[in-house]
């Protein structure tokens, strides 16, 4: 019999892949959503199986009032809105839900003892000096900017994990995302990969910000979410933190490239000024989840893109 397993931010792009794979494995889900961001589409297909379940409700309220069963062994907090456009729209609130929706999250995982994963994000890097970025570095981050809401949110979250760890014995383990597409991306989030896609599909401009020279290394969302669920299950008494993503390393320019061909469209490339603190390289050293997870990326950019793509045809 399976796990009984919580899962917050369940609706979203990459928290229903995981809803899909926990259902996949036996376990009994509950996915906790406020619907901000995630979307009932994502989790329709799933209404009608007995171990699914869907409760409506904001992370950074109290967990005592949250109608969640009394019997959680494992929880996956993914709650949180992960792309500018939606975390800068309501900084304070996703300043509340990094942290309070941790401090809920790991309450309850005291309560029930509860293993608990928290999803957190290369963005800890913030612009990051090193690169490959390695889990011992302790990033570049402005604490004023505007992406410092998502960013100091992420980093206060992981402190409040390691501390709970060290001061109760809570089971944790911290994950650092790197950037992640794939089926089920909001089309409107303003991420690169969904940036490109639609303005390709629609034919306009192919918006680039900077030179398009900054990097960025995209992981597919089945090999991301195959590691959360083996980190979840890694051996007692590894936290993390654990990059995961996909060290393969791309411009700007080049990803643009690649759209425009997979696409077939004949959109132009338009260049804007690079918003305020916005990295300029990104790239996972990914030793450790090698080493402790023998995991590794296997799907290749191209391949990704065209099932990637091919999903937003559709819903155009």
Request: aromatic share 8%.
């Amino acid at each position: 019999m399976g796990a009984n397993v919580l899962v917050t931010g369940g609706a979203g792009f990459l928290g229903s892949h995981l809803c899909d794979h926990l259902l996949k494995e036996g376990a009994s889900v509950v996915c906790l959503d406020n619907f901000m961001t995630g979307q009932e589409a994502n989790i329709a297909h799933m209404q009608n199986n007995p171990a699914f379940s869907v409760v409506q409700r904001d992370v950074a309220d109290s967990v005592d009032q949250s109608p969640i069963p009394s019997i959680i062994e494992e929880i996956y907090n993914l709650a949180c809105p992960a792309s500018p456009v939606h975390y800068q729209e309501n900084p304070v609130h996703t300043l509340q839900t990094s942290v309070w929706g941790a401090f809920n999250m790991l309450e309850l995982a005291r309560r029930t003892d509860a293993k608990i994963l928290q999803a957190s994000t290369s963005e800890v890097y913030g612009d990051a000096l090193l690169s490959p970025q390695t889990e011992s570095y302790h990033g570049n981050v402005n604490p004023i900017g505007i992406r410092a809401c998502y960013d100091e949110g992420k980093r206060a979250a992981e402190t409040l994990f390691f501390d709970y760890h060290r001061l109760y014995e809570t089971r944790i383990k911290v994950v650092r995302i790197f950037n992640t597409y794939g089926p089920r991306m909001h089309p409107a989030d303003g991420r690169v990969v969904s940036n490109f896609i639609m303005q390709a599909l629609r034919g306009e401009d192919i918006t680039i910000y900077g030179d398009g020279r900054q990097t960025r290394s995209f992981c597919y969302v089945d090999d991301l979410i195959e590691v959360i669920y083996r980190m979840m299950h890694s051996r007692e008494g590894f936290t993390g933190p654990v990059n995961i993503g996909n060290p393969g390393e791309f411009t700007m320019l080049e990803l643009a490239e690649r759209v425009l061909s997979l696409t077939g469209s004949r959109s132009k490339l338009v260049f804007k000024p690079l918003p305020q603190d916005d990295p300029k390289q990104r790239k996972p050293d990914i030793g450790r989840a090698k080493t402790e997870l023998g995991w590794e990326p296997k799907v290749p950019l191209d391949e990704g893109l065209t099932m990637t793509i091919d999903w937003f045809k559709r819903g155009l």
